[in-house]
């Protein structure tokens, strides 16, 4: 298991902000008061990720004179599948315990979406 010492790239800093624009947008969501323009966090984790992400590619291009997209992506799903799965499966128990059946059964119909990252189109 790698450490923060063992990745010179990684960034605590940058991540605790990705951090906090995501409690901004759970915080929102939840109708916190005073955080209600929490969505601004999707804004802020986007353009950090965009940031980090392109660090990523111009240190590769920089090191291999290439960038290999499959094996960029095939890091990121390997990153974010289980997370996925872990989300599908919490999201449907949920859904079925504790909303009613008409709700659940929307829930449910968007599983297919969620699990093709097709949710948004």
Do not use: C
């Not at 960029?72 to 599948?81: E, G, Q, T």
Request: hydrophobic letters at 55%.
């Amino acid at each position: 298991m790698s450490t923060t010492s063992d990745r010179p790239d990684f960034r605590p800093d940058l991540q605790g902000l990705r951090a906090i624009a995501i409690l901004l947008v759970v915080f929102a969501h939840a109708n916190v008061p005073y955080a209600q323009g929490g969505f601004i966090g999707v804004d802020v984790f986007f353009v950090l990720s965009g940031y980090l992400i392109s660090g990523l590619l111009i240190r590769e291009l920089r090191q291999t004179g290439r960038i290999r997209f499959l094996r960029f992506y095939a890091r990121r799903l390997k990153r974010l599948l289980p997370a996925l799965a872990a989300m599908l499966v919490v999201g449907r128990a949920a859904a079925l315990w504790l909303l009613s059946d008409l709700e659940a059964r929307a829930q449910l119909a968007s599983a297919p979406f969620a699990a093709a990252w097709t949710s948004n189109l």
